[in-house]
C-alpha cells in the first residue's frame, strides 16, 4: 500500500512522503500488588536483564507510584512508568469480586497494547488464571517469589483457586512460569511433579563496584547484623536467646537488629528485657534503601534464624541482599541457603540449631582457627565471583533461552 501510495504521489507531483515512523517493539512489566520499598531489587533486576536482552525495545512498567518511583530511583531502571492504584486486601466476598475485576481488567487492559511480552513481576491466582483462559497467545513470563502458601493444601474442585493450580498443569506454549531456584523446582517436583515450572535464580544487582578490589579486613569480625524482614518478631527472639549463648564476649562484639523499639520498649512485638546490648533500629526511615545500603555497609556478619523447614519453595532476598554487600553469612540450614552455598562455596557458616551458631560466632570473633582472619577475606572473595552467577549479565543467557521456546504459536490447553 505504501509503494502504490509513493508511486501516485511521484505521478501527479505531490512530492516525496515520509515513510512512516517504526514504533519500537513494547514489552509491559506488571506489578499487580507489591508497593512502597518491596522487591524494589529483583524489579529492577528483571527489568535489567530484560533490557540486556531486548536493547532499543519501549519498556512500560504498571506499577504502584512510589514503588515505582524506588525502582527508577535506587536502581536506575530505564522504563516509561504507569502508575496504578493498587485493589485493597479483600476482608470480604464483595471486596474479593472487586480484586477479580481489577485483576482481570487490567490484563485485559495491558494485553489491548498488543506487547511483545507481559511480564508479571508477582502474580494473583486471579490473573494467571485469567490469562490462561483468555489470553493463550499473548506471551507471558509470569515470575514467582513464593507459592508455599496452598501448595501442600488439598483444595476442593468448587473453589476458584483449585482452577489456579490445575491451570499451572496446562501446556500453554506462549506462557512460562518461573521460579528462582533449581532448590524450589526440586521441592515443588517431590509434591507436585505435574506443575510446569522453569528455574531462573534470583537475580542480584550488586551494592558495590566490581572491577575494585575488596577492603581487606585486618581484625576479626565485631558486628553481627539480624537483617531479614519476613519475621522480625522469630528473629527478635532467637537473638536474645543467642545474646545469653554468648556472654562474656569481648566489649567490641556487637550485636545488631533491623527490628525497631517502639515506644513500649518493644520489637517486633517482643519486649526487650533490661540490660539487653543487641542494637536496634529506632524509627523506620533507617530501612529507606540509601540507609538501608549504609547499615549494612558497617556491618560484619549477617545473621539468619530460618528454621530447616523454610525456604522450601522461596527464594531468600534478604540472603542474595547481604551477599551483594559482601557480607558472609551465618545462618541454619535450610534447602535454599544449602542451594545457594554448594552454588558459591564458602560464603560463611551453616549451622544446625542455634547452639552451633554461638560456637562458630564466638570462634570467628576470637579468631579461633583463622575463622575470623583469613578465611573471612577468603569468604568475601568468594562472595564477589560467586555473584557473577546471580548477575543479571549471567542470567540474561537463561532467560534468552527460557523465551526462546515461547516464540512459538501457543495451541489448545492440554491436560496432563
Known amino acids: 500500500m505504501h509503494g502504490l501510495s509513493y508511486f ?15 514504533l519500537p517493539k513494547t514489552i509491559v512489566f506488571f506489578e499487580p500488588r507489591c508497593s512502597g520499598i518491596t522487591h524494589i531489587d529483583s524489579a529492577a533486576s528483571i527489568i535489567d536483564i530484560f533490557s540486556k536482552i531486548f536493547p532499543g525495545y519501549r519498556f512500560l512498567f504498571y506499577t504502584e507510584k512510589t514503588h515505582g518511583d524506588f525502582v527508577k530511583q535506587h536502581f536506575r531502571a530505564k522504563f516509561e512508568q504507569i502508575n496504578i492504584d493498587l485493589p485493597k486486601s479483600p476482608v470480604n466476598r464483595l471486596e474479593w469480586l ?13 494485553g489491548k497494547k498488543k506487547p511483545e511480552y507481559i511480564v508479571c513481576m508477582g502474580y494473583t491466582w486471579e490473573i494467571v488464571l485469567f490469562a490462561k483462559l483468555f489470553q493463550r497467545k499473548q506471551k507471558i513470563v509470569f515470575f514467582f517469589h513464593s507459592i508455599e502458601k496452598e501448595i501442600n493444601q488439598r483444595i476442593p474442585a468448587l473453589k476458584p483457586v483449585w482452577w489456579f493450580w490445575r491451570s499451572l498443569e496446562w501446556e500453554i506454549k506462549a506462557h512460562v512460569q ?13 509434591i507436585r511433579p505435574k506443575l510446569r515450572f522453569k528455574s531462573l ?3 542480584r544487582l550488586p551494592c558495590f563496584d566490581g572491577t575494585a578490589p ?17 519475621n522480625v518478631g522469630l528473629d527478635v527472639s532467637m537473638m536474645l536467646v543467642l545474646e545469653k549463648k554468648l556472654a562474656e564476649m569481648p566489649e567490641n562484639f556487637e550485636l545488631h537488629s533491623r527490628a525497631i523499639v517502639d515506644g513500649e520498649g ?19 526511615g533507617c530501612l529507606l534503601p540509601e540507609r538501608w545500603d549504609a547499615y549494612i555497609s558497617m556491618m560484619d556478619f549477617c545473621v539468619f534464624f530460618y528454621p530447616s523447614n523454610s525456604y522450601l519453595f522461596t527464594a531468600s532476598g534478604a540472603l542474595l541482599e547481604a551477599l551483594g554487600h559482601l557480607k558472609p553469612v551465618i545462618a541454619l540450614h535450610n534447602p535454599y541457603f544449602d542451594y545457594v552455598f554448594d552454588k558459591m562455596g564458602d560464603i560463611g557458616y551453616l549451622c544446625d540449631n542455634l547452639d552451633e551458631m554461638a560456637v562458630v560466632i564466638r570462634k570467628v570473633v576470637l579468631n579461633v582457627g583463622g575463622g575470623g582472619g583469613g578465611r573471612y577475606n577468603t569468604q568475601r572473595r568468594n562472595i564477589m565471583n560467586g555473584l557473577k552467577l546471580f548477575s543479571t549479565e ?10 526462546s521456546e515461547l516464540d512459538a504459536p501457543s495451541g489448545p490447553v492440554r491436560f496432563v
Open 178 to 190: 518461573i521460579v528462582f531456584g533449581e532448590s524450589i523446582l526440586r521441592e515443588i517436583a517431590k
Open 214 to 230: 575488596i577492603n581487606i579486613a585486618s581484625s576479626p569480625p565485631e558486628k553481627f547484623a539480624a537483617i531479614s524482614s519476613a
Open 98 to 110: 472487586a480484586e477479580v475485576f481489577w485483576d482481570s481488567a487490567m490484563m485485559r487492559k495491558i
Open 266 to 284: 518493644k520489637a517486633g512485638g517482643i519486649k526487650i528485657p533490661d540490660g539487653s546490648k543487641i542494637k536496634f533500629l529506632t524509627e523506620p
Open 394 to 403: 549471567y542470567l540474561a543467557d537463561g532467560m534468552r533461552s527460557i523465551l
Open 201 to 203: 535464580d534470583l537475580p
Open 8 to 22: 501516485l504521489n511521484k505521478l501527479l507531483g505531490c512530492g516525496k512522503i515520509k515513510s512512516p515512523r517504526r
